[in-house]
């Protein structure tokens, strides 16, 4: 079965700060794909990364950055000089299997203070 | 222009209603899902269909029935409403199932 662990239920920072979140994820599948979302207060949930099982490479996108390793079964999400507007939930995704259906993490509940 | 569009917002409405919501893409995506998310945020997958065809099914009461009359759109029909099935319903879309899914503003369903 497939599973997809952010343990960090909520977490706040101020302003300019970095933070990282978890997600650890679980699959007996060798090809899958690693999602992360954003939903910001307003509700709407936005595509941030994809990133498929034989692509280990880490991803930077401005202040975003993402770090993979099959070895620990982790896909870390990092919100460098963190502002307010980073304040949202960030959902992990995995999605693979016979059916390819997305398994989503519970969600980070990240607050920015100013 | 507005890539998945889902009508209405918002929807009130007493138990025992039948309601509909219904879902646009205009991506060109060939699968369209339906997904619930409860009060405490957690997003759980209902239905999933490829161009018109249902090709996911999680348990969800039948009293939920999707209908996808062409791949741009995803309809969801819900009958007998209960207190229980408040919560914010998102459509998404998709190139394939390994593909990124794009997901609408949600219709946030409150049943009294």
């Known amino acids: 079965a497939q599973k997809v662990t952010q343990a960090q239920t909520e977490i706040s920072v101020v302003e300019k700060e970095d933070v990282t979140l978890d997600c650890v994820y679980e699959?007996?599948?060798?090809?899958?794909?690693l999602f992360w979302y954003k939903q910001p207060p307003s509700g709407e949930l936005v595509f941030l990364i994809r990133?498929?099982?034989?692509?280990?490479q880490n991803e930077i996108s401005g202040r975003y950055s993402w770090n993979f390793q099959k070895s620990t079964s982790s896909f870390n999400f990092t919100i460098t000089a963190s502002q307010v507007v980073d304040s949202a939930v960030y959902f992990c995704a995995l999605s693979g299997g016979r059916d390819d259906k997305i398994i989503f993490g519970k969600g980070t509940r990240l607050h920015i203070l100013p | 222009d507005t890539a998945v569009s889902q009508t209405p917002k918002y929807l009130v409405t007493q138990m025992g209603n039948d309601k509909s919501i219904k879902c646009e893409q205009n991506?060109?995506?060939?699968?369209m899902y339906w997904y619930k998310q409860d009060s405490k945020k957690f997003l759980k997958i209902m239905f999933s269909?490829?161009?018109?065809?249902?090709?996911i099914n999680e348990t969800v009461p039948n009293r939920f029935s999707p209908k996808s009359p062409d791949k741009a759109h995803l309809n969801l029909h819900i009958n007998s409403l209960e207190l229980g099935d408040s919560a914010v319903y998102f459509c998404?879309?998709?190139?394939?199932?390994?593909?990124?899914?794009?997901f609408g503003p949600g219709t946030r369903l409150l049943v009294l």
């Open positions: 990133r498929n099982s034989f692509d280990e």
């Open positions: 991506l060109g995506h060939d699968t």
């Open positions: 998404a879309s998709s190139w394939s199932r390994r593909e990124t899914q794009y």
């Open positions: 699959t007996r599948d060798t090809t899958y794909y």
């Open positions: 269909y490829n161009n018109k065809e249902l090709i």
